[in-house]
């Protein structure tokens, strides 16, 4: 069998048209790049990949191709859960299985043996409880307080959601908050992450640890107040306060803590399970051996109990518990901040955005190297924007692996951030059907597509989704394939709508009347221009500068701002201020509407430009304003009047 038809059988999509329409054919070299990284696993035969059980559907399933009479079995964490036979070759479940992931076991009666994840799930993910409302977004770290260190904390966080509501929102829209690498203050974009299932101590508000004490960090009100200074985030020096002054609130807490208090973080720790044991011993080796870890000594190369049980129990103890105490107390800030949203009554409270992939050299590569293909690159092809495609430098899930682990994986990844919020936002949620990876060492047009056991993870999503009590949005921009909204929205996915991308093939803005009713509508999103930096041409001028195709010409640009005043004198609204468009925003039939803190507050340059790396200061722009002062450097007034259809209790 060649390459080709070898990679074909394994999900892999040797070729395909790019988004300018030409025909792109994977090069044998990367197509056998792919296929080593990704783990072996026999096609499924009699099933064709996993099994869902879905809501009230009902619990049978016909295994095509099978030798009648049929054999199977249902296993959870290795107990049997149910057997049957068949004389036929449709099993018919029991009507009582809980929702969950399980592995169903079948022989039929030729003998051919089959072992898949069974996924029981709801009908739908969960819908929400409201009509239509709206959220303030914003950056977390960016926000200027005059008590944080530097950096805008989970304490800000809390002030803002209380201006929040006092707004009239039904909670706060957030970038990723997962965890990055402590020792390299330098990479700061929350989208390439250490781990997705654990949180960025950076936003902990140490001086709200029960522990801390001034006199603990004798340096700690002075290097602040300086910290709190100038127009960006000063990661390196900020990461060095905290980091010192969480180590010594730790010993404080080693050395004087109540029993009560004790016992509060061992549940916490048993609460989390071994991932967190896991992750802990992960940073403890990662600091103790400064090499990615594939260069580690063999026997921590793997997750081996036995041996993180040692580390945990051993000479390194206090480090290990220090990071699962750091995580203890992220944790309680980040759910106070919940708390606070519930208390006032917002429907949503926290929407958290949940990045697509981690860092190769991180603790979720590490930790599931069968589901996470640590030398796959998730990227996108070649387009209008990226004439030689995309590599976002991202290890993203296989199939493979994630089937061999009862999706597992995912369903932590989503719970992770689902115990926090109303509403996340999945980037890239095409990558649930298929995924564009580029192999180590190719340029990023000679990746290829690789196929994605959809509804599977869509059953797993709509099983985490019910439980929470979290709704979900799918980032689905970009040359999306036909049929697959549809199936996004037959889910209770919803849709994620970008006012500067709803445009018709002509360039014209779309009527508001168009937008899906299941969706969150926006007019940008942090990689694109503010409301200010867009009419002011800003944008565009910037990325000339820094040598990068803006994308469109002048005129252009100039016909787009006709359009859209075009599309506001059509609604009756006569200005094309930011609130005029929030107005027209908020008529939409769009159940969420998302509108950021930078656009509120006039800021020209956006927060991240994709592209670049240093060129620009991606991820470290503060909000020209502290929270304190938000309400009188905009008009609170107009922004109430422009939502008024949304407010909460309307």
Known sequence: MDRIALARTRGIIPEYF???????????????????????????????????????????????????????????????????????????????????????????????????????????????????????????????????????????????????????????????????????????????????????????????????????????????????????????????????????VHSAFRAHASPARRLEFERFQRRSGPLLARFACFEVLRHRFRTPWWEWPQQWQQMDARHLRKLRHGPARHEVEFVEFVQWIADQQLSAARARAQAHGMRIGLYLDVAVGVCGDGFDAWNEQVAISRTLSVGAPPDVLNTVGQDWGLAGFNAPGLEARSFVPFAEMLGAAMRYAGAIRLDHVLGLMRLFLVPQGFAPDQGAYVKMPLEALLAIVARESTAHRCIVIGEDLGTVPEGFRDILRDWGIWSYLVMMFERDEDGRFRDIARYATEALVTLNTHDLATYAGWRSFSDMKMKRSLGLDPGESDQERWDALGGLDDLLGRNALAKNDLFSVLTLLARAPSRLLVVSLEDLLGVIDQPNVPGTVDQHPNWRQRLPVALADMSANFDVAALKAATSARQRGT
């Open 18 to 248: 790019d988004a300018l329409g030409k025909h792109r054919v994977s090069p044998p070299e990367a197509l056998e790049a792919i296929l080593a990284a990704l783990p072996h696993a026999a096609s499924p035969t009699l099933t064709g990949g996993a099994v869902v059980i879905r809501g009230s559907h009902e619990a049978l399933t016909e295994v095509k191709g099978a030798v009648a009479p049929l054999t199977w079995k249902i296993v959870a964490d290795g107990r049997t859960v149910a057997l049957g036979e068949s004389a036929d070759n449709v099993i018919r479940f029991p009507g009582d299985l809980s929702r969950g992931c399980y592995r169903l076991e079948i022989r039929d009666g030729s003998a051919r043996r089959e072992d898949v994840p069974l996924v029981v799930t709801a009908e739908r993910a969960f819908g929400g409880n409201l009509e239509r409302g709206f959220l303030v977004a914003a950056q977390l770290y960016g926000i200027r307080s005059s008590r944080n260190w530097g950096i805008g904390d989970f304490s800000d966080l809390c002030d803002l959601i209380d201006q929040a509501a006092a707004f009239g929102a039904d909670g706060v829209g957030l970038n990723p908050l997962h965890v990055l690498f402590d020792d390299r203050p330098g990479d700061c974009s929350p989208y390439s992450p250490n781990s997705r299932l654990f949180l960025n101590p950076l936003y902990i508000n140490v001086e709200n640890v029960e522990e801390y004490r001034p006199e603990l960090v004798a340096d700690a009100a002075e290097t602040a107040a300086r910290l709190r200074q100038g127009d960006r985030v000063p990661y390196a020096e900020v990461a060095e306060l905290k980091w010192r002054a969480l180590r010594a």
